[in-house]
């Protein structure tokens, strides 16, 4: 939720741009302030159904869905569980799987993205591996030690973060007893079922400079109504902290052209 504080004055404030958007902000479930999941099974695709039927229930008939990091597996999947209610999808990433034998190497994109994979590859596959296969393992470590757990999640932290925001966000886990509950998404993920058809809500991806690159190819076997794409030379994974001002004005350029 803390990656979010930077980006919420200005897409509510309507004379900032004249437009504002209504935000709802969940923590996801057994992520910091919505506490420790006590059941099996919370992967994105619950959770998708799950967010779906909460702005339901707060009166929303028309609204869209924006997510980064684990929120950009769960967007796409809350337009597949309410596609009469969601006008349209924001991502920051566009998690498909890359099949190497067919990526075409003369791309200066595509090579690039290939580049991009291989990085979180070497630096990342430990910290998703160890969490899809041994959540509960790990977490008795990491929940013993906020100095161990601030070393785990300094894994993710790629880029120019101040200390405050890092701070923040680990303390946010380790004040609410997350830790452990917030490891098993991997590894509920990992063990359940995707769907097999692409998604047919419009969808958007704002990229930035130091995050897992999409290549558009592969993307639109998973998504099938790719309707903007727009690259940015800075920034990274956590871009609503690292660039609000860019990430704003794509959505807003985003939510403001689809047909409503």
Excluded at 3 to 15: A, M, N, Y
Excluded at 74 to 93: L, S
Excluded at 136 to 159: C, E, F, K, M
Aim: net charge negative.
């Amino acid at each position: 939720m803390a990656e979010f504080l930077d980006v919420i004055g200005p897409l509510t404030d309507p004379t900032d741009a004249g437009i504002a958007f209504d935000l709802v902000i969940p923590s996801l479930p057994g992520f910091g302030f919505s506490g420790p999941t006590r059941s099996r099974g919370w992967d994105t695709y619950r959770i998708a159904t799950v967010w779906a039927e909460l702005m339901r229930r707060l009166g929303y008939a028309r609204y869209g869905a924006a997510g980064n990091d684990w929120g950009a597996h769960i967007a796409p999947e809350i337009g597949r569980a309410a596609p009469e209610a969601v006008v349209g999808v924001h991502v920051t990433q566009i998690f498909s799987d890359v099949d190497l034998a067919e990526f075409d190497r003369t791309s200066p994109e595509e090579r690039s993205a290939v580049e991009e994979h291989e990085w979180f590859r070497r630096h990342m596959d430990a910290y998703g591996y160890l969490q899809t296969q041994q959540p509960q393992s790990l977490a008795h470590a990491l929940t013993d030690s906020p100095v161990g757990l601030l070393g785990w999640h300094n894994l993710i932290y790629r880029g120019a973060l101040d200390a405050d925001f890092v701070l923040t966000n680990v303390m946010i886990h380790w004040l609410t007893g997350t830790v452990a509950s917030s490891m098993r998404i991997y590894y509920e993920n990992g063990r359940s079922r995707r769907p097999s058809e692409p998604t047919t809500v419009p969808l958007g991806l704002a990229q930035f400079r130091d995050d897992i690159h999409a290549i558009r190819r592969f993307a639109e076997r998973d998504h099938a109504n790719i309707v903007s794409w727009n690259v940015y030379d800075a920034g990274g994974h956590l871009a609503a902290h690292q660039e609000p001002d860019l990430l704003v004005g794509d959505l807003r350029t985003f939510f403001t052209g689809l047909k409503q």
